[in-house]
């Protein structure tokens, strides 16, 4: 059974579907590829799922071991290759103001982060770039 719909709508947009939820999501051409960047671009979406995994593989790891990832926030910057246009790298920071102290859970989230299933997906010539920041 399929997990996503999508169409195209012209105009380089395109709308997808998780069935499950209903959720649906535009992406448009950004405005240095032809497009009007007035939602996500594709490669958007790949670096976005890339923090959003970590940051629930995090989640995962912090609620089997009681801990509360309260406060946690991140920002994800994609850098695009020319030619062949890809992407080359991802930068996510991680920001958490209020974290713990203990060190060997930080370690773990770390780990988690680092082997959550979007990151072990990408391509090895994507350069993933975490800063902790925490």
Not at 25 to 36: E, H, Y
Request: hydrophobic share 40%; proline share 4%; charged share 20%.
């Amino acid at each position: 059974m399929p997990t996503i719909k999508s169409s195209y709508l012209g105009n380089l947009r395109t709308e997808s579907e998780h069935l499950q939820s209903s959720v649906k999501i535009l992406t448009d051409a950004p405005v240095d590829n032809n497009g009007k960047g007035e939602a996500f671009s594709p490669t958007d979406l790949v670096a976005s799922a890339l923090g959003s995994c970590m940051v629930t593989i995090m989640g995962i790891v912090a609620n089997r071991d009681s801990v509360s990832l309260d406060g946690l926030t991140w920002e994800v910057t994609k850098i695009m290759q020319g030619s062949p246009r890809k992407i080359n790298e991802i930068i996510v920071d991680f920001n958490w103001d209020n974290p713990i102290t203990d060190t060997s859970m930080i370690q773990k989230l770390k780990n988690a982060a680092k082997t959550c299933p979007v990151a072990l997906s990408l391509d090895s010539e994507i350069k993933q770039t975490l800063n902790f920041n925490f």
